[in-house]
Nanobody
Framework: QVQLVESGGDLVQAGGSLKLSCAAS????????MAWYRQAPGKPRELVAV???????KYADSVKGRFTISRDNAKNSVYLQMNSLKSEDTAVYYC????????????????WGQGTQVTVSS
C-alpha cells in the first residue's frame, strides 16, 4: 500500500519561512512527477509547484521567486521551501506523486497526501 505523508505545516507570521516535507512509503518501482498543490477555503485546489524525476521544475506565478521545490529520490521525498510568506499563502497543502507500481507497467497512477495546514498571519 502506497502512502504519501506530509509534515511541516504550521502557523507563521507574514514574511516568515516554512519548509514542507512529503515522503512516499510502501512498495513501488519508481516515482515520476512530484508536486505540491494547495487549497484555500472556498477556492479550488491549485498547483503550486511540480518537479520531474529529472529535476525540472515549474511554479505557479504567485509563488515564483519565493517557493522552491526539491526532491530526494533516494528518500522518495519531495520538499517545498516557502519564503516571504504572505497571508494569501494560507491553505491546506497537499503532496502529489505519480507512482509507478511495477517496472513492467508504465502507467503511474496519482497519489495524494492527507494535507498539511499552513496559516500565515498578517
Amino acid at each position: 500500500q502506497v502512502q504519501l505523508v506530509e509534515s511541516g505545516g504550521d502557523l507563521v507570521q507574514a514574511g516568515g519561512s516554512l519548509k514542507l516535507s512529503c515522503a512516499a512509503s510502501g512498495t513501488f518501482s519508481s516515482i515520476n512527477d512530484m508536486a505540491w498543490y494547495r487549497q484555500a477555503p472556498g477556492k479550488p485546489r491549485e498547483l503550486v509547484a511540480v518537479i520531474t524525476s529529472g529535476g525540472s521544475t515549474k511554479y505557479a506565478d504567485s509563488v515564483k521567486g519565493r517557493f522552491t521545490i526539491s526532491r530526494d529520490n533516494a528518500k522518495n521525498s519531495v520538499y517545498l521551501q516557502m519564503n516571504s510568506l504572505k497571508s494569501e499563502d494560507t491553505a491546506v497543502y497537499y503532496c502529489y506523486a505519480q507512482i509507478r507500481l511495477y517496472a513492467f507497467i508504465t502507467y503511474s497512477p496519482p497519489y495524494w497526501g492527507q494535507g498539511t495546514q499552513v496559516t500565515v498571519s498578517s
